[in-house]
């Protein structure tokens, strides 16, 4: 961990990058949030250009499905251009997406333009994450790696509102410009030094570091050929395998961050957060609130604003495992809520109309303090420098892959097991997510990303040992049997220590 204080300077240039880049989440809240306000617009004034509900509901629906495909191409660009040419790729590619929206005359050329603008989601989404906490002490890391979630949750609140005021197609021209700027602020800042010295590039890498004011970066080749003769070492081995070979990718210290970081980004998705988002004017309307649907809207994405901004305050106190523990639980009792609401419509029983606005509300602050921003964070984290690139990536596709899936089940689940159900269904995956969190997620509050890495690697244990040893060191160190040892003893779960 660090021990000098972050200054004043390096927390102001490392803020103003993470600003600019977060303007990517932003464009990413616009492309989420355009639906809702634009497609009742479009069957206001252009009646045949969305001809059926099952048309309507593609075009909405679609960017999660080419953001999984853009997520899955930003590997090979955060690998070979970095970071930060990967965030500004997406830009021209959204302005030419809202274009296309904004001139369209056929239902044909919003579906292709609607998923345009998700791939460039899927290209932002690992990428601005990445760069954001690979430029970032430490000691505000948390604080600034959320600010790209807040950004997102912004974007769509400003969607909402401006949806209320707006032509669809003046929509569009709206996000077009903000593309535009997304490229400016962005392409003014260094590339990270972490790629670039995984690239070699070790003068641009010290220039990089010495710009944003980095405390304990290291950018000297020797430290770095003596990090990797000391691993070589440790295995046993005359040379280390390539990054993104078979060999490399299947050891521990990749396996169960990337484990980790699925299943939280599985449990943000399943808490059914996109279903709320993208269609929380017909839940209230179904709900049988007599709150407009469009004004509810509006509150739950000040909501969501309000709580992703306090939780700036907290990440880097409270630490990231309570965050996301009190999180899961507040997302829980809200489903349950909200399942109980439903049920309670059913049955003719409404007198408990202000049930489903408050469950609402409940549940974007829990989700907004915790699993909104912090699974992103511990992807810049808990992934090692080599193969970062690679595992955001695939994790930025699972990801919206999990969220395509939950907004098309949403309406077939209503259908199965009835909406009280379905929500009852989020508030039990809510539950398992917290015990998830408690057993097998360390917490990196303060810590390098160097340090964060060594959590995951084997310890070493003497042959004739057949009970596993402890951790002396007082960190949250994973202590695991021998590589001989290991088909015949289990392996002990991170000791969380906060």
Same mark, same amino acid.
Request: hydrophobic share 50%; proline share 6%; with cysteine.
């Given at each position: 961990?660090?021990?000098?204080?972050?200054?004043?300077?390096?927390?102001?240039?490392?803020?103003?990058?993470?600003?600019?880049?977060?303007?990517?989440?932003?464009?990413?809240?616009?492309?989420?949030?355009?639906?809702?306000?634009?497609?009742?617009?479009?069957?206001?004034?252009?009646?045949?250009?969305?001809?059926?509900?099952?048309?309507?509901?593609?075009?909405?629906?679609?960017?999660?499905?080419?953001?999984?495909?853009?997520?899955?191409?930003?590997?090979?660009?955060?690998?070979?251009?970095?970071?930060?040419?990967?965030?500004?790729?997406?830009?021209?590619?959204?302005?030419?997406?809202?274009?296309?929206?904004?001139?369209?005359?056929?239902?044909?050329?919003?579906?292709?333009?609607?998923?345009?603008?998700?791939?460039?989601?899927?290209?932002?989404?690992?990428?601005?994450?990445?760069?954001?906490?690979?430029?970032?002490?430490?000691?505000?890391?948390?604080?600034?790696?959320?600010?790209?979630?807040?950004?997102?949750?912004?974007?769509?609140?400003?969607?909402?509102v401006m949806g209320k005021f707006f032509h669809w197609r003046v929509l569009a021209w709206i996000c077009c410009g903000m593309a535009c700027c997304l490229f400016l602020a962005v392409a003014c800042f260094p590339q990270s030094p972490v790629w670039l010295?995984?690239?070699?590039?070790?003068?641009?890498?010290?220039?990089?570091?010495?710009?944003?004011?980095?405390?304990?970066?290291?950018?000297?080749?020797?430290?770095?050929?003596?990090?990797?003769?000391?691993?070589?070492?440790?295995?046993?081995?005359?040379?280390?395998?390539?990054?993104?070979?078979?060999?490399?990718?299947?050891?521990?210290?990749?396996?169960?961050?990337?484990?980790?970081?699925?299943?939280?980004?599985?449990?943000?998705?399943?808490?059914?957060?996109?279903?709320?988002?993208?269609?929380?004017?017909?839940?209230?309307?179904?709900?049988?609130?007599?709150?407009?649907?469009?004004?509810?809207?509006?509150?739950? %994405? &000040?909501?969501?604003?309000? /709580?992703?901004?306090? !939780? $700036?305050? *907290? +990440?880097?106190?409270?630490?990231?495992? =309570?965050?996301?523990?009190?999180?899961?639980?507040?997302?829980?009792?809200?489903?349950?809520?909200?399942?109980?609401?439903?049920?309670?419509?059913?049955?003719?029983?409404?007198?408990?109309?202000?049930?489903?606005?408050?469950?609402?509300?409940?549940?974007?602050?829990?989700?907004?303090?915790?699993?909104?921003?912090?699974?992103?964070?511990?992807?810049?984290?808990?992934?090692?420098?080599?193969?970062?690139?690679?595992?955001?990536?695939?994790?930025?596709?699972?990801?919206?892959?999990?969220?395509?899936?939950?907004?098309?089940?949403?309406?077939?689940?209503?259908?199965?097991?009835?909406?009280? %159900? &379905?929500?009852?269904?989020? /508030?039990?995956?809510? !539950? $398992?997510? *917290? +015990?998830?969190?408690?057993?097998?997620? =360390?917490?990196?509050?303060?810590?390098?990303?160097?340090?964060?890495?060594?959590?995951?690697?084997?310890?070493?244990?003497?042959?004739?040992q057949q009970e596993l040893g402890s951790d002396k060191t007082g960190h949250d160190n994973p202590v695991f049997s021998s590589s001989d040892e290991t088909a015949h003893h289990r392996s002990r779960s991170i000791d969380t220590k906060l």
């Open positions: 961990m660090a021990d000098e204080k972050t200054t004043p300077i390096a927390a102001l240039k490392q803020t103003l990058l993470s600003l600019s880049v977060s303007l990517s989440y932003y464009c990413i809240g616009l492309v989420r949030g355009y639906s809702a306000p634009a497609v009742p617009s479009m069957h206001d004034t252009a009646p045949g250009l969305l001809p059926n509900k099952n048309i309507a509901s593609w075009v909405s629906s679609i960017p999660p499905f080419g953001a999984f495909f853009g997520s899955l191409v930003a590997f090979p660009l955060m690998h070979r251009i970095g970071r930060k040419y990967t965030v500004l790729i997406a830009s021209p590619l959204w302005a030419a997406s809202w274009v296309l929206i904004a001139t369209a005359d056929d239902w044909r050329v919003l579906f292709v333009a609607r998923m345009l603008s998700g791939f460039g989601a899927g290209l932002s989404l690992p990428a601005a994450q990445v760069y954001v906490s690979e430029c970032s002490d430490p000691r505000i890391r948390g604080v600034i790696g959320s600010l790209p979630a807040l950004a997102m949750s912004f974007g769509i609140l400003v969607m909402y010295r995984t690239r070699k590039q070790y003068e641009k890498a010290h220039y990089s570091a010495k710009w944003l004011h980095l405390q304990g970066f290291s950018f000297d080749p020797k430290a770095t050929t003596a990090g990797v003769t000391a691993g070589q070492k440790d295995a046993g081995t005359c040379s280390a395998p390539k990054p993104f070979s078979r060999e490399a990718l299947l050891r521990r210290e990749i396996l169960i961050p990337l484990g980790i970081g699925l299943v939280l980004l599985s449990i943000q998705q399943l808490s059914g957060i996109d279903a709320v988002i993208f269609f929380t004017v017909e839940i209230f309307r179904a709900a049988g609130t007599s709150m407009d649907g469009h004004v509810a809207t509006i509150i739950v %994405g &000040t909501v969501q604003v309000l /709580s992703n901004g306090a !939780a $700036l305050f *907290v +990440v880097d106190r409270a630490g990231r495992k =309570p965050l996301l523990i009190m999180s899961g639980l507040i997302m829980c009792l809200a489903m349950a809520s909200m399942g109980a609401a439903f049920h309670l419509n059913s049955i003719g029983n409404t007198c408990f109309g202000y049930l489903p606005v408050v469950s609402l509300i409940v549940f974007m602050i829990g989700f907004s303090i915790g699993f909104g921003s912090i699974p992103f964070l511990l992807m810049g984290e808990l992934f090692p420098t080599a193969q970062r690139s690679l595992l955001s990536s695939l994790a930025g596709s699972f990801n919206l892959a999990m969220m395509f899936t939950v907004i098309k089940t949403y309406h077939p689940l209503e259908d199965l097991i009835t909406t009280s %159900g &379905t929500f009852l269904m989020y /508030s039990v995956l809510c !539950a $398992l997510g *917290v +015990v998830f969190v408690i057993t097998c997620v =360390p917490e990196t509050k303060g810590r390098e990303l160097d340090s964060i890495q060594k959590l995951f690697e084997r310890r070493p244990q003497p042959s004739h």
